[in-house]
């Protein structure tokens, strides 16, 4: 059974860093598109960052380019995301997504993910 669980959200203040986790189980994850969403009160989810375990790929939203690094482990089996230069508008959150592909989408679909966290919280204060 495929299993995703996010880690490392918390409160940090605008201009901070913060480095999320997600630590899969049930499979491996190389040659899977792995992914990052992020879902703010009231608003629907975005794809925030994408990338092909198989390849190195990634993808990012507008949003987050120059800011946020998206990266994983095959050997510790976990996807990360590293998120400098926070603002209160990534307050949201945020979840780990896969799927069995031979790449991702540029766009970042959340429709294209079969396999979801439960998310982690992530507040920016300023």
């Known amino acids: 059974q495929v299993q995703l669980v996010e880690s490392g959200g918390g409160s940090v203040q605008a201009g901070g860093s913060l480095r999320l986790s997600c630590a899969a189980s049930?499979?491996?994850?190389?040659?899977?598109?792995m992914g990052w969403f992020r879902q703010a009160p009231g608003k629907e989810r975005e794809g925030v960052a994408a990338?092909?375990?198989?390849?190195?790929?990634?993808y990012y939203a507008d949003s987050v380019k120059g800011r946020f690094t998206i990266s994983h482990d095959n050997a510790e089996n976990t996807l990360y995301l590293q998120m400098n230069s926070r603002k209160p508008e990534d307050t949201a959150m945020y979840y780990c997504?896969?799927?069995?592909?031979?790449?991702?989408?540029?766009?970042?679909?959340?429709?294209?993910?079969?396999?979801w966290g439960t998310g982690t919280q992530v507040t920016v204060v300023s």
């Open positions: 997504a896969a799927d069995r592909a031979s790449g991702c989408s540029g766009d970042i679909r959340d429709t294209d993910f079969t396999y």
């Open positions: 990338i092909y375990t198989g390849g190195g790929s990634t």
């Open positions: 049930g499979y491996t994850i190389s040659n899977y598109c």
